[in-house]
T-cell receptor, first 117, second 117 residues
Framework: GAGVSQSPSNKVTEKGKDVELRCDPI?????LYWYRQSLGQGLEFLIY????????KSGLPSDRFSAERTGGSVSTLTIQRTQQEDSAVYLC???????????????FGEGSRLTVL | AQKVTQAQTEISVVEKEDVTLDCVYE???????LFWYKQPPSGELVFLIR??????QNEISGRYSWNFQKSTSSFNFTITASQVVDSAVYFC??????????????FGTGTRLQVTL
């Protein structure tokens, strides 16, 4: 597609269940990011993939959170044993990326709204 | 550590009024980038502008203008003759090489702008 595609757009789950959120970046973009937006909060960085390099996982809030990117394209963010505080909008973004200075911009998807009951 | 402060949580103006959104940043890096993103009700963040730390020239794009002042660590955004379509949440963001990757943005908490008729 022309933009960053995320699915599902909405997910309601029960506490303790695992969830998977998917991101399909813009074709040709080597960099992919996951951010979390909680009510009344800014965007919180979670994880960053750049090409074949090891991902920057410094923003993952706990070991219940993990992400992978297969074939340098689609990414899946997995939250295990969900908690109510995990309720948020999870935003994916992609960019052309660079090995040096960042000169590009991030293209965001519309997000996946997660509600943990 | 990087930090972006948007002290204005919500602003409400009447159409055709001018409005300025404030952004104050903190970084120890000498090379960094500043951004503004717009998040309309659809949820998808839209890139508005990028400015690098070596370019303090103010920029104007139609009804939008940006005032970058390193002396006060501010990067304010002004909308002239606001319109209802400007209603959105606006995020200021910062990226710097010391974050581990210059591509990782630190976002402020956003300012919700409501423009009414």
């Amino acid at each position: 597609g022309a933009g960053v595609s995320q699915s599902p757009s909405n997910k309601v789950t029960e506490k303790g269940k695992d969830v998977e959120l998917r991101c399909d970046p813009i074709s040709g973009h080597t960099a992919l990011y996951w951010y979390r937006q909680s009510l009344g909060q800014g965007l919180e960085f979670l994880i960053y993939f750049q090409g074949n390099s090891a991902p920057d996982k410094s923003g993952l809030p706990s070991d219940r959170f993990s992400a992978e990117r297969t074939g340098g394209s689609v990414s899946t963010l997995t939250i295990q044993r969900t908690q109510q505080e995990d309720s948020a909008v999870y935003l994916c973004a992609s960019s052309l990326g660079s090995s040096g200075h960042f000169t590009g911009e991030l293209f965001f998807g519309e997000g996946s709204r997660l509600t943990v009951l | 550590a990087q930090k972006v402060t948007q002290a204005q949580t919500e602003i409400s103006v009447v159409e055709k009024e001018d409005v300025t959104l404030d952004c104050v940043y903190e970084t120890r890096d000498t090379t960094y980038y500043l951004f503004w993103y717009k998040q309309p009700p659809s949820g998808e963040l839209v890139f508005l502008i990028r400015r690098n730390s070596f370019d303090e020239q103010n920029e104007i794009s139609g009804r939008y203008s940006w005032n970058f002042q390193k002396s006060t660590s501010s990067f304010n955004f002004t909308i002239t003759a606001s319109q209802v379509v400007d209603s959105a949440v606006y995020f200021c963001a910062l990226s710097a090489a010391s974050t581990g990757t210059a591509s990782k943005l630190t976002f402020g908490t956003g300012t919700r702008l409501q423009v009414t008729l």
